[in-house]
């Protein structure tokens, strides 16, 4: 079996919470009777409790075939009731779970998140299965790493892992896309000069660089370091303000900007880019890379803002369900000059 999309990474489950004025569909979602995350040591009131599959590199590919890629998820999760879940709903997604591990050696991973009236979320991850992972699983699926057009890594799995999957990749002239997250200050320096698009959001750039980025200045900067570490392109994804990129080839840094939206829920957003970003490398490679990103940007958008596409596909509100679908998608990419005031 061939798939255009090889990914290796992580799924998880996720509990969720929602802050009062995040209810699903609300209009007035700045409203709502707490619009901050609780300090530490607070207790504060909640509006919605649910359960949901997530994972970044589960959520990434979910995206991707969501998109109409023929995708496969590399990973490994508990022989529970989560992992079993999980397994049925990436079937659900149209992902091939081939090489889908089960071990009764660890739970699978989970994440506790909160979110608030803002859109904005704070999360703890406990990786579990995810990091049992190991070089063995990877030489079982060494024949789809190597025939796939995109291979797609992060570092919810072993570090060492997500490297040499991007090896075995790259030694097959396979596409590689690294998503440095949870980001590393002790990065091996590998994975710069093994993946072809490194790609970050502000949080990551400044753990691997030391440099705060705050403006399109400081993400023109944060670049030019990684390019000068061995990064081929290099992405800094900035949230409201789109994404700065900048390639060795050119040196010249391009901001590329987001679409206008009101955010409700920012959880998977960056997870929904990568994984829009790869499936126009795997499906459309003769774009320029700023269309890319500008698309990628739009199906990021849409995560953001999935209550206002509820109606129209009966989005649920977890992680994997907010990533938008091919119909979605287009809608956003086509019409990318209306914005959700």
């Not at 980025?213 to 023109?220: F, M, Q, S």
Request: charge should be neutral.
């Amino acid at each position: 079996m061939r798939s255009a999309m090889c990914i290796c990474g992580a799924p998880g489950k996720q509990l969720s919470y929602l802050s009062p004025g995040t209810e699903e569909g609300s209009e007035s979602q700045n409203n709502g009777l707490t619009t901050r995350l609780p300090k530490a040591g607070e207790t504060i009131l909640g509006q919605k409790f649910f359960v949901g599959f997530g994972g970044k590199g589960a959520n990434q590919c979910v995206q991707s075939a969501r998109l109409g890629a023929k995708t496969l998820l590399i990973c490994k999760v508990g022989s529970d009731s989560f992992g079993n879940d999980y397994v049925a709903n990436l079937k659900k997604n149209g992902i091939s779970t081939a090489f889908v591990g089960q071990t009764t050696d660890a739970a699978t991973g989970t994440a506790s998140i909160i979110v608030n009236s803002e859109g904005q979320n704070v999360i703890v991850i406990v990786p579990g299965a995810n990091l049992l992972l190991n070089s063995e699983d990877l030489k079982r699926a060494s024949d789809v790493i190597c025939k796939a057009k995109v291979v797609v890594c992060q570092l919810e799995i072993t570090p060492a892992v997500s490297l040499e999957a991007l090896k075995m990749a790259h030694a097959s002239g396979v596409k590689t896309l690294f998503n440095p997250a949870p980001a590393l200050a002790d990065l091996d320096p590998q994975f710069y000069t093994y993946s072809d698009i490194f790609c970050c959001n502000e949080t990551e750039a400044e753990i691997l660089t030391g440099i705060p980025v705050g403006n399109l200045e400081d993400a023109e900067k944060v670049g030019r370091m990684l390019l000068g570490r061995g990064c081929k392109l290099v992405i800094v994804t900035l949230g409201a303000e789109g994404c700065m990129m900048i390639s060795g080839d050119e040196g010249i840094p391009k901001h590329v900007p987001a679409g206008k939206v009101r955010a409700v829920d920012t959880t998977g957003a960056g997870d929904s880019f990568v994984g829009a970003l790869a499936f126009y490398l795997a499906y459309y490679p003769k774009l320029s890379m700023e269309e890319m990103i500008r698309k990628s940007n739009c199906v990021a958008s849409a995560t953001k803002i999935k209550p206002f596409f509820s109606n129209l596909l009966h989005v649920l509100s977890s992680s994997l369900s907010s990533l938008p679908y091919k119909l979605q998608s287009l809608w956003r990419i086509t019409l990318h000059t209306v914005s959700v005031q």
